[in-house]
């Protein structure tokens, strides 16, 4: 049976322990290796296919993910929708570490990833509309359950995909806060946009992990981040056994 939802988790969710795993699959793809194994599973009643972006051990930084073998290789099994999972740093005020943000635009400052499916043995130029980045009936979705569990999010946010793997100067912070992004992440693209190229239905959940550079007195700790997602990602299991029942049918 199709999947009905892919689930890509991110620093802090290589695993998702609450899946029923019924098997694990290693394929690779045109694009080369996906991150991780495709490790099917119920949740919910229903049929989901978890992917450790960062790899199963958590190996891969974000510039060195295969995000085209990622997305084409969910794509080619049938997945129809990807609820993605991202650690982010929080620049706007309320974005405290332990927030979930689901954000309805980006701002792209990534360089040098290979960003398109689209740019070789071309019968004619693609360019796909992306107005809205992410998919406003998920995220609606994503939002209800949320609310319903009364969990502490932000459902309207500009998330600013960044480079990495390094984090940010406070100046860099201040100039993607007035660009008005309000929340930090390096993985966020070129995903959402080769999501968009294949036709899925494309939505993440942002964890924030930390406040972003120049935010909060001190340095930034990896110690930090990893302990403010083991707290949230409990959080983040419990949203997706109260939204993935929710969802349609692939
Ligand atoms: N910046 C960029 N990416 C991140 C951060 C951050 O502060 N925290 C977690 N991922």
Redesign the pocket.
């Known amino acids: 049976m199709n999947p009905v939802v892919a689930i890509i988790g991110g620093?802090g969710l290589t695993s998702l322990d609450t899946l029923n795993i019924t098997r694990r699959e290693t394929r690779a793809t045109p694009y080369g290796d996906p991150s991780s194994p495709l490790i099917w599973g119920e949740l919910g009643g229903q049929t989901v296919v978890f992917l450790a972006r960062h790899g199963q051990h958590h190996t891969l930084p974000?510039h060195k993910i295969n995000y085209r073998a990622n997305l084409w290789m969910l794509h080619h099994i049938g997945v129809k929708q990807v609820i993605a999972i991202?650690?982010?740093?929080?620049i706007r005020a309320d974005m405290t570490p332990g927030t979930l943000a689901f954000p309805d635009q980006i701002v792209d400052y990534t360089w040098g990833r290979h960003c398109t499916f689209f740019e070789e043995d071309l019968s004619h130029v693609t360019h796909i509309d992306f107005t809205e980045p992410y998919c406003g009936r998920l995220r609606e979705r994503l939002i209800q359950a949320a609310r319903t569990l009364q969990l502490d999010a932000r459902d309207t946010c500009t998330y600013a995909a960044?480079q990495?793997p390094r984090?940010?100067t406070a100046a860099e912070?201040r100039r993607l806060e007035r660009d008005g992004c309000d929340i930090?992440?390096?993985t966020g693209m070129p995903e959402a946009a080769l999501a968009r190229e294949l036709g899925l239905r494309y939505a993440a959940c942002a964890v924030?992990?930390?406040?972003?550079?120049g935010k909060a007195a001190g340095e930034?700790t990896m110690a930090e981040?990893e302990q403010n997602l083991v707290e949230s990602m409990g959080k983040v299991k419990t949203l997706l056994a109260r939204v993935i029942p929710t969802l349609d049918p692939a």
């Open positions: 620093t974000p991202a650690a982010v740093g929080g960044v990495g984090l940010e912070i930090v992440g390096m924030v992990a930390n406040r972003a550079a930034i981040i």
